[in-house]
């Protein structure tokens, strides 16, 4: 049975740091893909980083600088650090596995407010 599952969202002041954990379970994890996505109120879900088996990474442009998405083939687990923390980026975070067939976690609440 495949799971993925996200931590270490919660609360944060504005410029403040988090980072979120992805373990993945069930899957040959060094073979996948892996991302990070969120979704805020009323919008849809966006992607934030990915990571292919290999290492190369790619982000979207409101993030770059600011998050660094990483992985540990031996934890099975994907990291997304995330640094200088807007209001906007207030969210519900999620972690996808990707190969052949997609698997979704149930996501981390990210608040970031004063």
């Known amino acids: 049975q495949v799971q993925v599952v996200e931590s270490g969202g919660g609360l944060v002041q504005p410029g403040g740091s988090l980072r979120l954990s992805c373990a993945a379970s069930g899957i040959i994890f060094s073979a996948y893909a892996m991302g990070w996505y969120r979704q805020a109120p009323g919008k849809q879900r966006e992607l934030i980083a990915h990571?292919?088996?290999?290492?190369?990474?790619n982000y979207a442009g409101f993030v770059k600088g600011r998050f660094t998405i990483s992985r540990d083939n031996a934890k099975n687990t994907v990291y997304l650090q995330m640094n200088s923390l807007k209001a906007e980026d207030t969210a519900v975070y999620y972690c996808n596995a990707d190969r052949t067939t997609n698997y979704w976690g149930k996501g981390t609440r990210v608040t970031v407010s004063s």
């Open positions: 990571i292919t088996p290999g290492g190369t990474t």
